[in-house]
């Protein structure tokens, strides 16, 4: 018989990909999302992929009574994937106790669940922020966590002990931290990708738009970085690859090949790239010049990301099939997709 997956947060960015993924490998997916950073034309863009419509339950997961209900509603789930959270790190500044709410108060209602049931196996969204400026490059998950540059970041450091904490009275329950570096790009097909709401925050959807002609240029924050072009260095990770991640260790807890019963693995490709590559790759793939100026430093910005990825590769027997380019040319795709949309 077919598992059944819950899907926190499933018709996000990451979420909707997993959520395919998942359901190409044979898994029955339930997805809770209150559409606080989403819509509903995602379930279409899944089931138009998968030919499959995964059930859906519109709920705050803010709401404890309404966790507990799905709960008992729902007495046969399999495993539970954990990706709804706000995650905007200027906005978590500006209002810290939206942060520590939306993302705190979800993870201990779904745990106080889940530590009711039997054999409860979860995955939780972590990132590589967790790591702020690490002394060594490429990062292992053995680098130590560093002062969180914000609240939002401080909500994967607690959310990570909080797990850690349970996974230790708890022997029912079995969970993985994944600590993704930068996720970019979109399903091959262009029927989902990244909805950035407002001007966006991060590099490549800020260059799509630019490529788009909704921004007029990308500002590049700072080239006095002590790198060789001088620009910032992430590790950018294709967003299919890092689906296909969730389903490996959704897998491993599944057949119990945990050593642990709480584990952490870091998900990017093991390459950084600057933000002069990053531009030269979509210049490339696109076949246009991106506009752009150099600007001041960004604060907060680390100056070097990339994770060392062996453990994933060893253990997990995963490894990033995409490169940035390939990840580029679906975010480009999906880019323009989305601009017939709003014609
Ligand atoms: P996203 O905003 O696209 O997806 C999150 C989804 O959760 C949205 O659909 C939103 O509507 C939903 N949601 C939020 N709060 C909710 C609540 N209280 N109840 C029900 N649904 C709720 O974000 P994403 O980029 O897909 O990120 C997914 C996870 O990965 C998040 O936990 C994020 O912090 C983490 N993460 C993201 C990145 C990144 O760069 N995108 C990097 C590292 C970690
Ligand atoms: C962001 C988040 C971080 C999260 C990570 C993984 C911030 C401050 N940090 O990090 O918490 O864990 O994503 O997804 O948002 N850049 C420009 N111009 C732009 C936008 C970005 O030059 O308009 C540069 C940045 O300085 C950085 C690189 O591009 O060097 C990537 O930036 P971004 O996409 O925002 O990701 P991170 O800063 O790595």
Sequence with gaps: MSKKILVTGGLGYIGS?????????????????????????????????TKVSPEFEKLDLRDKNSVKAFFERYSKIDGVIHFAASKAVGESVQNPLLYYENNINTLIYILQELKEREDSRFIFSSSCTVYGQADELPITENAPVK??????????????????????VVPRLKAISLRYFNPIGAHPSANIGELPIGTPQNLVPFITQTAAGKREKL?????????????????????????????????????????????????????????????KAFEKVSGQKLPYAFADRREGDVISAYADTTKANEVLKWKAEYDIEDAMESAWKWQQKLEVKED
């Design 17 to 49: 990909h997993t959520v395919v993924a998942l359901q190409e490998k044979g898994f029955e997916v339930v997805i809770i999302d209150n559409l606080s950073n989403s819509s509903l034309d995602v379930l279409g863009g899944i089931t138009r992929i």
């Design 147 to 168: 002062k969180a540059e914000s609240p939002y970041g401080n909500t994967k450091q607690i959310g990570e002990e909080i797990i850690a904490d349970t996974c230790k």
């Design 219 to 279: 500002s590049v924050f700072g080239n006095d970085y002590p790198t060789p072009d001088g620009t910032c260095i992430r590790d950018y990770i294709h967003v299919m690859d890092l689906a296909r991640a969730h389903v490996v260790a959704l897998e491993r807890l599944l057949e119990g090949e945990q050593e642990e019963n709480y584990e952490v693995f870091n998900l990017g490709t093991g390459k950084g790239n600057s933000v002069l590559e990053a531009i």
